[in-house]
T-cell receptor
Framework: AQSVAQPEDQVNVAEGNPLTVKCTYSVSGNPYLFWYVQYPNRGLQFLLKYITGDNLVKGSYGFEAEFNKSQTSFHLKKPSALVSDSALYFCAVRGGSGYALNFGKGTSLLVTP | EAGVVQSPRYKIIEKKQPVAFWCNPISGHNTLYWYLQNLGQGPELLIRYENEEAVDDSQLPKDRFSAERLKGVDSTLKIQPAELGDSAVYLC??????????????FGEGSRLTVL
């Protein structure tokens, strides 16, 4: 079965510092990987995806993610964190049953001033 | 362009009562999903529709949950009777599956259910 793991429940970073939110995946076949962000009392918003091609994927709000096939990882990164980046971040993989996404448990990002 | 619209945003009911959630997907999106999100967890798929056909309902607890998508547009998710453990956020999402499984899902803001 296609699955992702987010090993960190929470990540704390100071504003202006680089941030990384970790995700590892387990798939059979080609991995279709996604990152979503969820602000309080809001739905999930798409950030970026990896389908094929360049291992460094750029997305919304200055976020990027690096696909690493040998480490089966798809970590989310941002060079300089903002307080407004504080939210829940979910990694997801396209499921084996078709088009549905299988989500990780989420990582809470807290950016402090 | 309007996004995925869900209603109600919040619902409080007593256990054993019925409840229904409504979802209007993005215009033209043929695939619709209902997800369940428990507090502190990632969303879990309940059911996926392609047009009006439920193509994956393996995770839907069919003894108390039902869903329909008449005419392949709006969808309703119903719980009858509700149990305390059903308290969660019910998310609806839609996508346009014309690009070989690579498209992203677009989510509504969710319906938060509290069962007392």
């Amino acid at each position: 079965a296609q699955s992702v793991a987010q090993p960190e429940d929470q990540v704390n970073v100071a504003e202006g510092n680089p941030l990384t939110v970790k995700c590892t995946y387990s798939v059979s076949g080609n991995p279709y990987l996604f990152w979503y962000v969820q602000y309080p009392n809001r739905g999930l918003q798409f950030l970026l995806k990896y389908i094929t091609g360049d291992n460094l994927v750029k997305g919304s709000y200055g976020f990027e993610a690096e696909f690493n096939k040998s480490q089966t990882s798809f970590h989310l990164k941002k060079p300089s964190a903002l307080v407004s980046d504080s939210a829940l971040y979910f990694c997801a993989v396209r499921g084996g049953s078709g088009y549905a996404l299988n989500f990780g448990k989420g990582t809470s990002l807290l950016v402090t001033p | 362009e309007a996004g995925v619209v869900q209603s109600p945003r919040y619902k409080i009911i007593e256990k054993k009562q019925p409840v229904a959630f409504w979802c209007n997907p993005i215009s033209g999106h043929n695939t619709l999903y209902w997800y369940l999100q428990n507090l502190g967890q990632g969303p879990e798929l309940l059911i996926r529709y392609e047009n009006e056909e439920a193509v994956d309902d393996s995770q839907l607890p069919k003894d108390r949950f039902s869903a329909e998508r008449l005419k392949g547009v709006d969808s309703t998710l119903k719980i009858q009777p509700a149990e305390l453990g059903d308290s969660a956020v019910y998310l609806c999402a839609s996508s346009l599956e014309d690009d070989v499984s690579t498209g992203e899902l677009f989510f509504g803001e969710g319906s938060r259910l509290t069962v007392l």
